[in-house]
């Protein structure tokens, strides 16, 4: 059974900084390419960040170049995002995601697995 537990989520004031893990269980972790999501309520889930296998390649949406760092430890089975710079609209619920082990990141477009979620408010 494959499990994504994320911890790290929080109130900051903008300008800070949070760092977000998500560990993972029942899943190869290091032929899996993981990403972290976020939602607002009422809103799509959107991509933050996506990471290879090995963790050379690495994107980013747009709104976020250049603010947050996505990072893994396959050997830890973890892997994190550090946001910095935040700002009052990264408020969201921040999801880890792992898509179907195997897959290229070309290939990898819809996850196969999902966290439940931790809460991340920015206050302006």
């Known amino acids: 059974q494959v499990q994504l537990v994320e911890s790290g989520g929080g109130l900051v004031q903008a300008g800070g900084s949070l760092n977000v893990s998500c560990v993972a269980s029942?899943?190869?972790?290091?032929?899996?390419?993981m990403a972290w999501y976020r939602q607002v309520p009422g809103k799509q889930r959107e991509l933050v960040a996506k990471?290879?296998?090995?963790?050379?390649?690495?994107k980013y949406a747009d709104p976020v170049k250049g603010r947050f760092t996505i990072s893994r430890d396959n050997a830890k089975n973890t892997v994190y995002l550090q946001m910095d710079s935040l700002k009052p609209e990264d408020t969201a619920d921040y999801y880890c995601a792992a898509y179907r082990p195997g897959q290229l990141m070309d290939a990898a477009t819809v996850p196969l697995y999902w966290g439940q979620g931790t809460q991340v408010t920015v206050s302006s």
């Open positions: 029942g899943i190869y972790l290091s032929i899996t390419i």
């Open positions: 990471i290879t296998q090995g963790g050379r390649t690495t």
